[in-house]
């Protein structure tokens, strides 16, 4: 468990109860929502970082995707995930998963504070930054991608990558303020921060997107992104805690 600046991953706050429409309010107990995640997996930190944003309190359970040829892939998990990747989270008596769905569903019914800007001009902004990182990039160097790949992974990694981020660079060059769009975070930094832990774990070269490397570097010291880093969770292996 991670403690930073009295952050800890999990935020603790007041047990909120279910309305009739199944979103949690003030008057009904509601039990806490299940991250089925893997530490290092750059869409559970996605989500990861959507609830502290949130201030929701959440039990994690890890999915070990490289242990016993990817725990992912059996059928006890296959039944929580039919797709048999992470992240999957059961809130409000449902289970979902992808980790933009699961967040736009918590933006839904957790609207404070928002992830998505208020001006729609915005809001597709932030989308597009969305999905070419979620899309675009990210699943071409998976796990289960880069298995497929073999001895060339690195460098097919760092093809995509690099070909994904020369695009954002220029969509962030006429969008972001103090983060990707605008000043406010939303869920555009939300997928940034876990792609760019990805591409340096590639050794990409960031000098090469001084944009995404200065939105980067002031995301990864607030607090949210830095108590939900693969370096401190309950998963984290030893030699790779912070």
Same mark, same amino acid.
């Given at each position: 468990?991670?403690t #930073?600046?009295?952050?800890?991953y999990?935020?603790?706050?007041?047990?909120?109860?279910?309305?009739?429409t199944?979103v949690?309010?003030e008057?009904?107990?509601?039990?806490?929502?299940?991250?089925y995640?893997?530490f290092?997996s750059?869409?559970? *930190?996605?989500?990861?970082?959507?609830?502290?944003?949130?201030?929701?309190e959440?039990? !994690?359970?890890t +999915? %070990?995707?490289?242990?016993d040829?990817?725990?992912?892939?059996?059928d006890?998990f296959?039944a929580? %995930?039919?797709?048999?990747q992470?992240p999957?989270?059961?809130?409000d008596?449902?289970t979902?998963?992808?980790s933009?769905?699961?967040i736009q569903? +918590?933006?839904?019914?957790r609207?404070?504070?928002?992830?998505?800007?208020?001006?729609p001009?915005q809001?597709?902004h932030?989308r597009i930054?969305?999905?070419?990182i979620?899309?675009?990039?990210q699943?071409?160097?998976n796990?289960?991608?880069?298995q497929? #790949?073999?001895?060339e992974?690195v460098? *097919?990694?760092?093809?995509? +990558? %690099?070909?994904?981020f020369?695009?954002l660079?220029?969509i962030l060059?006429?969008?972001?303020?103090?983060?990707?769009?605008?000043?406010e975070?939303s869920?555009a930094?939300?997928?940034?921060?876990p792609?760019v832990?990805?591409?340096?774990?590639?050794?990409?070269?960031?000098?090469?997107f001084?944009?995404?490397?200065?939105? %980067?570097?002031?995301? #990864?010291? #607030?607090?949210?992104?830095?108590?939900?880093?693969?370096?401190?969770?309950?998963d984290?292996p030893?030699?790779? !805690?912070?």
């Amino acid at each position: 468990m991670c403690t #930073i600046h009295g952050l800890k991953y999990m935020i603790h706050l007041p047990q909120r109860r279910k309305s009739s429409t199944g979103v949690p309010s003030e008057e009904e107990p509601a039990e806490q929502p299940v991250l089925y995640g893997y530490f290092r997996s750059s869409c559970s *930190w996605r989500v990861r970082i959507a609830f502290a944003l949130k201030g929701i309190e959440y039990e !994690q359970k890890t +999915i %070990n995707i490289l242990k016993d040829g990817g725990q992912q892939l059996t059928d006890q998990f296959k039944a929580v %995930n039919p797709m048999q990747q992470v992240p999957a989270v059961t809130i409000d008596g449902i289970t979902l998963s992808q980790s933009l769905a699961i967040i736009q569903y +918590i933006e839904e019914t957790r609207p404070e504070p928002r992830l998505l800007p208020a001006d729609p001009k915005q809001r597709a902004h932030v989308r597009i930054i969305c999905d070419i990182i979620a899309s675009g990039i990210q699943p071409l160097q998976n796990v289960y991608v880069i298995q497929k #790949i073999g001895e060339e992974k690195v460098q *097919w990694a760092q093809h995509f +990558i %690099n070909r994904g981020f020369e695009a954002l660079e220029h969509i962030l060059k006429q969008t972001a303020g103090k983060h990707c769009v605008g000043d406010e975070i939303s869920m555009a930094d939300i997928c940034l921060v876990p792609q760019v832990y990805n591409a340096e774990r590639f050794k990409v070269d960031m000098s090469r997107f001084p944009t995404i490397r200065r939105l %980067n570097q002031t995301l #990864i010291e #607030i607090d949210a992104f830095k108590a939900t880093h693969p370096s401190c969770q309950p998963d984290t292996p030893d030699d790779l !805690q912070a």
